[in-house]
Structures are given as C-alpha cells and as structure tokens.
C-alpha cells in the first residue's frame, strides 16, 4: 500500500516537474476558484445570520433604505426617519412591535436587559461610517 501511494506521488511530481508552467495555471486557477468559493460561503453565512440568536428570529425584519446624493451615488442606509416605527404599526396589522436603533458614531453605550450588561463596541466617526456604506 506504502509503495503504491509512494508511486503514485513520485509520478504526480514528475508530471508537475515536466509541465511546470502549465501545472501553475492550473493550481492557480483551482486555489482562485476554492477561495472565491470560500469567501462567498462566508459572505452569506454572515447575511443570514443576522439575529439568529432570538427564538422568534424568523419574525424579526431590519427596514433600511437606499439614499442617493447630489452626485448620484447610491447609499446604503440602516438609519430610518423616528417617525417611521410607529407609522408602520399603525399602517401594518400584523406588526407586533418596533424598536429604533440610533446609531451611534464614536460614543459608548451601555445597553441593559434581561439582568445583563454591556457596552456596545465604538463603531468609529460619522465619515468613517458613511465610507463603509457607500458602493
């Protein structure tokens, strides 16, 4: 068994040797294609897993916006105007209830429930936030 994988390998690095050039496109090609699969994978994972820890998480709905500037560019927003929360339950029965979630640009806060407490992490500047945001 030992000397057949060890055939097995001897032949695979001769070929390699022999078609070198040939063999780096190749392996390159599947390591772009393994990676762009990789990092696809992840990038879902994390948008579906968006408040997946709540027992009601296939009830919850984030409501955001796409704003666009003077120039033209498309923003991507979460921010929503304070009114918006309350209009929405009263228009839309089957809303149970809403929270607003302000932002918080370079400021710490500490958010208390269910007898437990935490700071939120510093999310950085208003120009900060609004690069990450932009397309």
Not at 14 to 30: M, P
Not at 90 to 97: G, L, M, Y
Request: hydrophobic share 40%; net charge positive.
């Amino acid at each position: 068994m030992q000397s057949m994988l060890r055939n097995y390998l001897t032949l695979t690095w001769r070929n390699l040797a022999k078609n070198s050039t040939y063999s780096i496109i190749i392996i390159s090609g599947l390591v772009l294609a393994y990676s762009a699969c990789l990092v696809i994978f992840l990038f879902i994972d994390n948008e579906t897993s968006y408040d997946r820890q709540s027992p009601d998480a296939d009830r919850i709905f984030r409501v955001t916006h796409i704003a666009v500037d003077d120039a033209g560019t498309r923003i991507n927003d979460t921010t929503t105007p304070k009114a918006l929360g309350p209009l929405l339950s009263q228009d839309i029965t089957a809303i149970e209830s809403t929270v607003r979630i302000i932002p918080t640009w370079s400021v710490r806060v500490l958010v208390t429930g269910n007898k437990k407490s935490f700071y939120e992490p510093d999310r950085g500047s208003r120009q900060q936030h609004d690069q990450l945001l932009r397309f």
